[in-house]
């Protein structure tokens, strides 16, 4: 899934997860307060059930509000690990770089000195490149995840 547009995130499950424990927790008092024939005992067991309910919400509110979305990670490192050499000769260029994906699903464009590359899983930059506004891409080959453009 490259799109995560919709989802819920932590903090709208648990507008919806902490009412459903509270209303629990007032049917175990209910049920408690019905059955119990020593005023002692059920006091008891509500204030053991109140301190459990206190707890797991701040432990629920804790857990959404430390967790990220991993895919959110991901992204980024991977856009700060992404390298690539470019390597300017006599009238020309060449660059090399890892894109993810099969041939079919790679793009490259070079318009006005910026280069564009697309791949799959979301994988898009844009690297640009001085000196190259007449140019053009003149070769293109792709092995085993790494891209090497000759530009003229």
Do not use: C
Not at 2 to 16: D, I, M, R, T, V
Not at 30 to 56: E, K, P
Not at 92 to 98: D, L, N, P, Q, R
Request: aromatic content about 12%.
């Amino acid at each position: 899934m490259s799109s995560h547009k919709g989802a819920y995130s932590n903090e709208q499950s648990l507008n919806f997860v902490i009412p459903i424990i509270v209303i629990l927790f007032l049917g175990i008092i209910y049920i408690m307060t019905q059955r119990a024939d020593s005023g002692f005992v059920s006091f008891i067991l509500i204030g053991a059930a109140a301190i459990t309910m206190f707890y797991w919400v701040k432990v629920l509110k804790k857990m959404a509000k430390d967790q990220k979305p991993t895919y959110t990670q991901a992204r980024e490192q991977e856009t700060k690990n992404w390298v690539y050499d470019l390597i300017k000769g006599e009238g020309e260029f060449v660059f090399v770089a890892e894109v993810p994906g099969p041939e079919d699903k790679i793009a490259v464009r070079l318009i006005d000195g910026m280069l564009y590359i697309r791949g799959t899983s979301g994988f898009s930059k844009e690297v640009p490149i001085e000196g190259v506004n007449e140019m053009q891409i003149f070769d293109f080959k792709y092995r085993n995840g790494v891209l090497t453009l000759r530009i003229k």
